[in-house]
T-cell receptor
C-alpha cells in the first residue's frame, strides 16, 4: 500500500490543550496537505505545505514538514470541543500532481 | 453554490447487482476523483479524471468502472457488487493550478 501512517490513531484531550498529530509518508512529494473529517461527512481541506517549506501557520493550526524524515506534524493550539473530528494527511507525489495519497487518520476527541 | 454533489447518500445492494454512483460539481473544476473509505484504512483512490475525456486507475480500481460524462459529472459504476465493496464512497474535484480537493458528503453503500 502507498498509504502513509498517522500517529497517534486516537487522541483525547481537554478544551484549551494543544493537540499534535504526526504523519509519515513513503515517497518524494510536491506538497503535503491536511484535511479534517467530521463524523459521517466529507473531508474539508485545512492547510497545504509545499516540499520546499518547513513550517506554515493558519489561525490555530501549525504544520511542519521534514522531507529528510518524510514526516509532518499538525499542531492545533487552544483546542475546542468543535475541533473533535478525524484528521488526515495527504501527499501529492512528485511526478504526479493529479493524485493525493491519504494517511490512515487521527481521531481527535476534545472534551469540554 | 452546491460544490460537489453525490447521489444517492445511502444504498443497499444484493450481491451481483449493479449500480451507478453519481457525482456532479458546479465549480468548473478540471479534475475529479472517486475514493472509498473503509474503517482504519483512510481514503483510497479508485479512479480519477485529470480532465474531461480522460480517466486513470488509482490504487484500488478492480470491480469498478468510471465515466467522465462532461466537465461537471463523473460517475462510478459497480457492474456486479460484492460484499467487499461495502464502504463509504467519496467524490472530489480540484481546479487546474490548485492542489487541494473539494469533497462531496459521501455515499454509504452496503452490499449484502
Amino acid at each position: 500500500s502507498q498509504q502513509g501512517e498517522e500517529d497517534p490513531q486516537a487522541l483525547s484531550i481537554q478544551e484549551g490543550e494543544n493537540a499534535t498529530m504526526n504523519c509519515s509518508y513513503k515517497t518524494s512529494i510536491n506538497n503535503l496537505q491536511w484535511y479534517r473529517q467530521n463524523s459521517g461527512r466529507g473531508l474539508v481541506h485545512l492547510i497545504l505545505i509545499r516540499s520546499n517549506e518547513r513550517e506554515k501557520h493558519s489561525g490555530r493550526l501549525r504544520v511542519t514538514l521534514d522531507t529528510s524524515k518524510k514526516s509532518s506534524s499538525l499542531l492545533i493550539t487552544a483546542s475546542r470541543a468543535a475541533d473533535t473530528a478525524s484528521y488526515f494527511c495527504a501527499t501529492s507525489p512528485r511526478g504526479n500532481t493529479d493524485k493525493l495519497i491519504f494517511g490512515t487518520g487521527t481521531r481527535l476527541q476534545v472534551f469540554p | 453554490n452546491a460544490g460537489v454533489t453525490q447521489t444517492p447518500k445511502f444504498q443497499v445492494l444484493k450481491t451481483g447487482q449493479s449500480m451507478t454512483l453519481q457525482c456532479a460539481q458546479d465549480m468548473n473544476h478540471n479534475s475529479m476523483y472517486w475514493y472509498r473509505q473503509d474503517p482504519g484504512m483512510g481514503l483510497r483512490l479508485i479512479y480519477y479524471s485529470a480532465s474531461e475525456g480522460t480517466t486513470d486507475k488509482g490504487e484500488v480500481p478492480n470491480g469498478y468502472n468510471v465515466s467522465r460524462l462532461n466537465k461537471r459529472e463523473f460517475s462510478l459504476r459497480l457492474e456486479s457488487a460484492a460484499p467487499s465493496q461495502t464502504s463509504v464512497y467519496f467524490c472530489a474535484s480540484r481546479p487546474r493550478g490548485d492542489q487541494h480537493q473539494t469533497f462531496g458528503s459521501g455515499t454509504r453503500l452496503t452490499v449484502v
